[in-house]
């Protein structure tokens, strides 16, 4: 697909997702929009930054080797099944390194900011901090290493994951059973929204941020939460403050 028809597709469905959002809440705003979502993107541009400047270079590079070496997972596959492999390989590598980030307190410094959010919408899904991408190098090195992606399969795996997000970080109440029936198989807004919850319980669970079996293998699938009473965001003594943009950029070294 032309560069030109992927950038007019993905706008299509971020605005698709925004009327979306405004029609049919999944529940009610604690806080302003504007300045949230002007703080949001602008937390998501840093994050661009270091994704055009690091990430992107650099596992492109390995998934060439992948393909010239016929290395790691896929490697080990019959070659028609291969980019699937390699596709499980790496959102399954995501999975994990969402639980490192609760579990391990360095990288929870950092992923709090993102749960700092005190509502959940499509512009949570890119307010991370910019050292969070930074420290997440190392592992992607060895996610994409491990799973013998190759650049087109990369690609591909990373429009569907940067869809997933936006899709799943949404304050949208699909029509009828369709959010139950998706998270047979993808990553929901209603599962996420249980993952953003201030109760810890909610929050260690649906760890996944494309394919949702992951949480069904591992036990950690949770719904059933009446979305309109989830407290959303973090509830330590620092939280509101940290919301701003300049207290969250500060927030993980102090
Ligand atoms: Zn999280």
Same mark, same amino acid.
């Given at each position: 697909?032309?560069?030109?028809? @992927?950038?007019? =597709? %993905? =706008?299509?469905? +971020?605005?698709? $997702?925004?009327?979306?959002?405004?029609?049919?809440?999944?529940?009610?705003?604690?806080?302003?929009?504007?300045?949230? &979502?002007?703080?949001?993107?602008?937390?998501?541009? %840093?994050?661009?930054?270091? /994704? *055009?400047?690091?990430?992107?270079?650099?596992?492109?590079? &390995?998934?060439?080797?992948?393909?010239?070496?016929?290395?790691?997972?896929?490697?080990?596959?019959?070659?028609? @099944?291969?980019?699937? /492999?390699?596709?499980? *390989?790496?959102?399954?590598?995501?999975?994990?390194?969402? /639980?490192?980030?609760?579990?391990?307190? !360095?990288?929870?410094?950092?992923?709090?900011?993102?749960?700092?959010?005190?509502?959940?919408? %499509?512009?949570? =899904?890119?307010?991370?901090?910019? +050292?969070?991408?930074? /420290?997440?190098?190392?592992?992607?090195?060895?996610?994409?290493?491990?799973?013998?992606? #190759?650049?087109?399969?990369?690609?591909?795996?990373?429009?569907?994951?940067? !869809?997933?997000?936006?899709?799943?970080? *949404?304050?949208?109440? !699909?029509?009828?059973?369709?959010?139950?029936?998706?998270?047979?198989?993808?990553?929901?807004?209603? %599962?996420? #929204? &249980?993952?953003?919850?201030?109760? !810890?319980?909610?929050?260690?669970?649906?760890?996944?941020?494309?394919?949702?079996?992951?949480?069904?293998?591992?036990?950690?699938? +949770?719904?059933?939460?009446?979305?309109?009473? $989830?407290?959303?965001?973090?509830?330590?003594? *620092?939280?509101?403050?940290?919301? =701003?943009?300049?207290?969250? &950029?500060?927030?993980?070294?102090?």
């Amino acid at each position: 697909m032309k560069r030109s028809t @992927l950038a007019l =597709a %993905m =706008a299509a469905s +971020v605005a698709a $997702i925004a009327l979306a959002e405004r029609r049919r809440p999944l529940r009610p705003a604690s806080s302003p929009a504007a300045p949230r &979502i002007a703080r949001n993107l602008a937390m998501g541009a %840093m994050c661009a930054v270091v /994704v *055009a400047l690091a990430e992107q270079p650099m596992t492109q590079a &390995i998934a060439r080797t992948n393909i010239a070496r016929r290395r790691g997972l896929a490697g080990l596959a019959p070659r028609p @099944l291969a980019p699937v /492999v390699a596709f499980l *390989a790496m959102d399954y590598g995501f999975y994990r390194w969402h /639980v490192a980030t609760h579990r391990v307190p !360095l990288l929870w410094r950092l992923h709090r900011v993102h749960h700092v959010d005190p509502d959940l919408d %499509m512009s949570t =899904a890119i307010r991370f901090h910019f +050292v969070d991408m930074v /420290v997440s190098l190392p592992w992607q090195a060895v996610q994409v290493r491990l799973s013998g992606i #190759g650049p087109r399969t990369l690609l591909a795996w990373r429009r569907f994951f940067f !869809l997933s997000i936006l899709f799943h970080h *949404a304050n949208w109440r !699909l029509p009828g059973q369709w959010d139950d029936r998706l998270s047979l198989l993808l990553t929901t807004p209603r %599962m996420h #929204g &249980i993952h953003h919850s201030q109760r !810890l319980a909610e929050r260690e669970s649906n760890w996944s941020s494309g394919i949702s079996l992951w949480d069904r293998l591992h036990g950690t699938f +949770v719904a059933g939460v009446d979305q309109a009473l $989830i407290p959303i965001g973090i509830d330590d003594s *620092a939280a509101t403050a940290d919301v =701003a943009l300049l207290p969250a &950029i500060a927030a993980p070294f102090a």
